[in-house]
């Protein structure tokens, strides 16, 4: 079928759109819808944004000085607003500036852009041990038992238990440890039935009842009783400090929430970071992430508060100052627009004590918009990181990524298959959530 002449050329002239779309317009369009809403710079910080047509951007007038506008050769002086193709952003000082993106004319995007200087803080690499409690054993899941007969029951469920509910006495015995859970649940229940299980659940004290179920063994004629209950110690292992500000006190370590049996959220009551000792290390190999092996005490040498258990870290006060070894002065936190691949530097502590700092390299930086933990991708480079530990080891999450003498952010992942990589978060994330959780302490206090 031959089509009718007068057809044709819209089919050239639909091509003739479709290639103009592809190339001028596509491209531009992905580009701005990576901007990130808010843009934060520091002082000197220089930066790029170019654009080009049906695309423009309209430069307010009221900006800081050191942000000017072009549209061809023509330049946007100081104070006075109108459309650019190219924005140099180079302030000497501090200011808030909106750019606003259009097409053919019309406001598609808004960018906030601002300039400021960053906090100062001290870089950790202290090997810290994680407690979510001082005493007590957390609830980390049910389980059917039988008696003589072979009934099965549910004892610790029907009692009301949940999984995550902290269990801190047993007939007004206080735990512990771990190790003392069995001998108590043996020996009340010989005296009384049933126990009385004090619990901690939301931050609050509950008192349940509980029947034991009583077996038999037929070969050795002793006698267990058994709850039904699957419990974990409340140290949550060892990991690494980030920051500290000595002017606040507040402190961000992990860059990652800590996780219990199952995937769930561990429950904070009173929680507590405490100094670790590093005595060897599971190295890392592909499929198989290995772990620092590390010695704390829950009772001493207590370091730090845990108020928030977040996607991106743990944050609280330390009750004593820290140092770190190769900075004695604080430096100051990265702008995630200062953030490049290339080189870098990570500290951590392999053995005993001591923070030892290593090479690494930023391979990828994802310019995130909103508070995400993974941020960009970790390489380790250096030799004897990877002779000692085969790459990124569970233990050192929170290790602090220093990048130009800024605190750029913490490693948080291993790649399985490639424990050599990770990921890291943005330092810059870490705080605003660290100096968000203090700003609503302040306001509970007052």
Not at 248 to 253: E, F, L, M, P, V
């Amino acid at each position: 079928m031959i089509l009718p002449r007068y057809k044709k050329p819209l089919w050239v002239l639909l091509t003739i759109f479709l290639c103009l779309f592809f190339i001028l317009i596509l491209p531009q369009a992905i580009q701005i819808k990576l901007l990130p809403n808010n843009l934060k710079l520091v002082p000197g910080q220089k930066i790029h944004l170019s654009i080009k047509k049906p695309f423009s951007i309209f430069l307010t007038a009221d900006r800081p000085e050191g942000i000017i506008g072009l549209n061809g050769t023509e330049k946007l002086k100081t104070g006075e607003s109108g459309y650019c193709s190219l924005v140099t952003v180079n302030p000497e000082g501090e200011g808030r500036c909106l750019l606003e993106i259009r097409f053919l004319g019309l406001p598609i995007r808004r960018v906030n852009l601002l300039v400021m200087k960053m906090p100062e803080v001290i870089p950790g690499g202290h090997a810290i041990g994680v407690l979510v409690s001082q005493k007590g054993v957390v609830i980390s899941g049910h389980l059917p038992v039988r008696d003589d007969q072979g009934k099965e029951y549910y004892p610790a469920q029907d009692a009301g238990i949940k999984v995550g509910d902290l269990l801190v006495e047993i007939n007004g015995h206080t735990i512990h440890h771990l190790g003392e859970v069995d001998n108590i649940i043996q020996n009340e229940s010989r005296e009384k039935s049933p126990l009385t299980l004090t619990i901690i659940r939301d931050g609050k004290l509950q008192e349940l009842q509980i029947y034991p179920v009583k077996r038999i063994n037929p070969d050795r004629g002793s006698v267990t009783y058994l709850l039904g209950l699957y419990i974990e110690d409340p140290a949550a292992g060892v990991g690494t400090l980030t920051y500290y500000d000595g002017k606040t006190g507040k402190y961000g370590a992990l860059g990652h929430k800590i996780i219990g049996f199952g995937n769930r959220e561990i429950p904070l009551v009173s929680g507590k970071i405490v100094s670790a000792r590093i005595t060897g290390i599971n190295l890392s190999n592909r499929g198989e992430p290995g772990e620092k092996i590390g010695i704390f005490s829950g009772n001493t040498d207590i370091i730090g508060e845990i108020t928030a258990n977040t996607q991106l870290g743990i944050f609280g006060k330390l009750v004593t100052n820290i140092t770190n070894p190769y900075y004695a002065e604080p430096i100051s936190v990265a702008t995630i627009s200062e953030v490049i691949p290339g080189p870098a530097e990570i500290h951590t502590v392999i053995s005993g004590n001591e923070i030892r700092r290593f090479s690494v390299e930023i391979q990828k930086v994802y310019y995130q918009t909103n508070l995400k933990d993974k941020g960009m991708v970790i390489k380790i480079t250096d030799p004897e990181l990877l002779l000692k530990t085969g790459g990124i080891v569970q233990g050192m999450s929170g290790s602090p990524i220093i990048q130009n003498g800024k605190l750029v952010g913490a490693i948080t992942h291993v790649f399985v298959n490639d424990p050599t990589r990770g990921y890291g978060v943005f330092a810059e994330w870490m705080l605003q959530i660290g100096d968000t959780l203090l700003e609503t302490g302040r306001k509970k206090a007052s």
